[in-house]
C-alpha cells in the first residue's frame, strides 16, 4: 500500500506559518503593554517619593519645584494611560488574528488526523484481506 499523502499538506504548513507570524505580533503587542506598565509604575513611585518629601520641606522654593515636577509627571501618566489604552486596543486586535488563525489550523488538523485514521483503517483492512488470501492458498 502506498504511503499516507495529506492533500491539504502545504496549505496547514501555511496556516502554521501564519499562526506562528500571529504569536509574534502578539508577543510584541504584549511587551509594549508590559513596558507602559513598567513606566506608570515608576511614575507611581515617584510621585509616592515627591509626596514624601513635600511633606518634610518648609523651603517654599522647593515646595514650587516638587509641586511643578508632580505635575509633570501627572501629565506623563495620563499620557501613558492613553498609549496603554490604544495598545490594549492593539493587542486584541492581535489576539482576535491569532485566534483565527488556531481555527483554521485546528480545523485542517482534525481533518488530517480524520484522513490519516480512514487511511490505516483501510491499509489494516487491505492487510487483513491479503492475509487471509494467503492463508486460503495455503
Known amino acids: 500500500m502506498k504511503k499516507f499523502k495529506f492533500e491539504l499538506e502545504k496549505i496547514l504548513e501555511y496556516r502554521n ?18 513596558q507602559i506598565n513598567a513606566q506608570l509604575e515608576a511614575i507611581a513611585l515617584k510621585l509616592v517619593q515627591m509626596n514624601k518629601s513635600m511633606k518634610t520641606s518648609y523651603n517654599f522654593n522647593d515646595i514650587i519645584a516638587q509641586s511643578q515636577h508632580t505635575n ?43 484522513q490519516l485514521a480512514d487511511w490505516k483503517a483501510a491499509a489494516d483492512y487491505e492487510e487483513a484481506e491479503l492475509l487471509d488470501e494467503v492463508k486460503n492458498k495455503l
Not at 506559518?17 to 508590559?34: M, N, P, S, T
Open 17 to 34: 506559518y501564519e499562526k506562528k507570524a500571529a504569536e509574534g505580533e502578539l508577543a510584541k503587542a504584549l511587551a509594549v503593554e508590559a
Open 72 to 114: 509633570l509627571l501627572n501629565y506623563q501618566k495620563e499620557e501613558l494611560l492613553k498609549q496603554l489604552a490604544q495598545a490594549k486596543l492593539v493587542t486584541e486586535q492581535k489576539r482576535s488574528v491569532l485566534r483565527e488563525c488556531m481555527k483554521k489550523t485546528t480545523a485542517l488538523e482534525k481533518l488530517k488526523e480524520k
